[in-house]
């Protein structure tokens, strides 16, 4: 029974990444797909490991726009990751400013994969409010965030990482859909640390 359930949700998480991924997605939009389909598909088989991230706190800085370039800014990050499992999937919470005045909001799931200790690589989606500020415009306030985060644990269970994330709305709410990339570099702490 559970086997089929597992099943059954790699094959929804497929075919809907698979539908993402047709010939008129954004590049990144394909990157993150193939990223991240061997990884959730790794995930969902894979044991989970004895000891898990805690609560984390993640501060972060880099870039809004990286790719495209139109209106490239600073990028600033601060996000909630909680340790609370559903299944396979970890909550997660945050906030983003850009140096034109930009900011966004988003809360979404993620999924982290463990390769040995150290290493986590983390598949994550969250639906986003995005106000604009005199940054890009990206045809809505509604827009989807998706992306992967690379980080390495120290033993204190602090992480630094990476993360590439895409963020548009898919032409659902408008024409206008330029959508944008972000590359950011981030420093995660165990809560339990802060207080």
């Known amino acids: 029974m559970m086997r089929r359930s597992i099943l059954a949700l790699v094959a929804v998480l497929c ?12 590049p990144a939009v394909n990157g ?5 389909v061997p990884i959730l598909i790794w995930s969902m088989f ?3 490991p004895e000891h898990r991230n805690p609560d984390l706190l993640t501060v972060g800085g880099g870039f809004f726009d990286a790719v495209d370039d139109e209106n490239q800014a600073a990028l600033f990050k601060m996000e909630y990751r909680s340790d609370l ?3 396979r999937f970890k ?26 200790p150290r290493l986590v690589i983390s598949p994550n989606l969250a639906p986003t409010v995005y106000y604009a500020g ?11 965030r998706s992306g992967i985060d690379v980080s390495y644990r ?3 269970e602090s ?5 590439f994330h895409h963020m548009s709305h898919g032409k659902v709410f408008s024409d206008l859909n330029p959508g944008t990339e972000t590359v950011s570099v981030t420093y995660s702490i165990p809560m339990e640390s802060l207080f």
């Open 15 to 26: 075919g809907w990444l698979g539908a993402e991924s047709t010939s008129r997605a954004d």
């Open 32 to 36: 993150i797909i193939i990223g991240s």
């Open 46 to 48: 894979a044991d989970p």
């Open 85 to 87: 499992f559903l299944w």
């Open 91 to 116: 909550p997660f919470i945050g906030v983003d400013g850009t140096s034109d005045g930009g900011a966004y909001a988003y809360a979404g799931l993620r999924v982290d994969a463990y390769f040995g």
């Open 134 to 144: 005199n940054g890009k415009n990206l045809g809505s306030a509604g827009v989807l």
């Open 154 to 156: 120290f033993d204190n």
């Open 159 to 163: 992480q630094l990482g990476v993360g």
